[in-house]
């Protein structure tokens, strides 16, 4: 446990600098030094660690997507910054990919009681379909699931597709249980972690969790 804290510690300051770092064209500063504090506090305390390690993850998944978007043409291009790794370029389009695990999302859509489309939505905005994609956060695969969440979900490889779908799928309807089905409260929790959820008795202020809610809930309701 203490090496996953010192790890977790670790990312917490790379995503701080990065945040720093794209500060004058990112204006979410108020809301990412609230929750820069809350997982900080966290983080010292012992408290929630399987939650903050997932929290870290999606705000580096976000802060990345806003850095790739920064470092564009007009950008400072450069710098030659890869924000998300992945071992193999994928060919397919979203649409074609998305279709190879149809069967393993209405499965697990079947299994956790889940609309498909939830979890089609939440696969489309956490990997765009690509299994082999990993942050520097360590979140890996479909539902970008980070190393601690994996485990208590029993998932041995979070690269297996099918695994990962399953697993993510649980996590997010253990969110949906948990606030009586509230779709864009448990998006809310699966990007910033129940604590922040709890804390803030609803969806948190944090620019990085609003837009992940917005686009996740309007894919799913288009």
């Known amino acids: 446990m203490e090496s996953l804290k010192i790890q977790d510690f670790k990312t917490f300051m790379e995503l701080q600098a990065i945040q720093q770092f794209t500060n004058g064209s990112i204006t979410s500063t ?6 820069f504090q809350d997982m900080l506090s966290e983080l010292v ?3 929630a ?3 903050t390690s997932q929290t870290l993850g999606s705000l ?3 802060v990345e997507a806003e850095t790739k978007s920064f470092l564009q043409p007009g950008g ?6 890869n924000p998300i790794s992945t071992a193999h370029a994928n060919n397919q389009s979203s649409s074609e990919t998305a279709k ?3 069967h393993i999302i209405s499965q697990a859509a079947s299994l956790y009681n889940l609309p498909e489309k939830l979890i089609k939505s939440v696969i489309k905005q956490e990997s765009n379909f690509n299994p082999e994609t990993t942050s520097y956060a360590g979140a890996t695969g479909l539902m970008q699931l980070m190393p601690a969440t994996a485990k208590s ?3 041995d490889d979070a690269t297996d597709p099918e695994q990962n779908i399953m697993g993510g799928s649980k996590y997010l309807s253990q969110m949906m249980a948990r606030y009586d089905g509230d ?3 448990a998006l809310a929790a699966y990007n910033a972690g129940p604590g922040n959820v709890d804390k803030y008795n609803g969806i948190p202020p944090f620019k990085e969790t609003q837009n992940y809610v917005q686009k996740v809930y309007g894919t799913f309701s288009s």
Do not use: H
């Not at 108020?30 to 929750?35: C, D, G």
């Not at 400072?76 to 910054?81: G, Q």
């Open 30 to 35: 108020n809301s990412s030094r609230s929750v």
């Open 153 to 155: 979900l029993g998932v």
């Open 49 to 51: 660690l399987e939650s």
């Open 60 to 62: 580096l998944s976000n």
């Open 76 to 81: 400072l291009t450069s710098m030659n910054i």
């Open 100 to 102: 190879n695990y149809d």
């Open 183 to 185: 779709i864009q409260v």
């Open 45 to 47: 305390s012992g408290d």
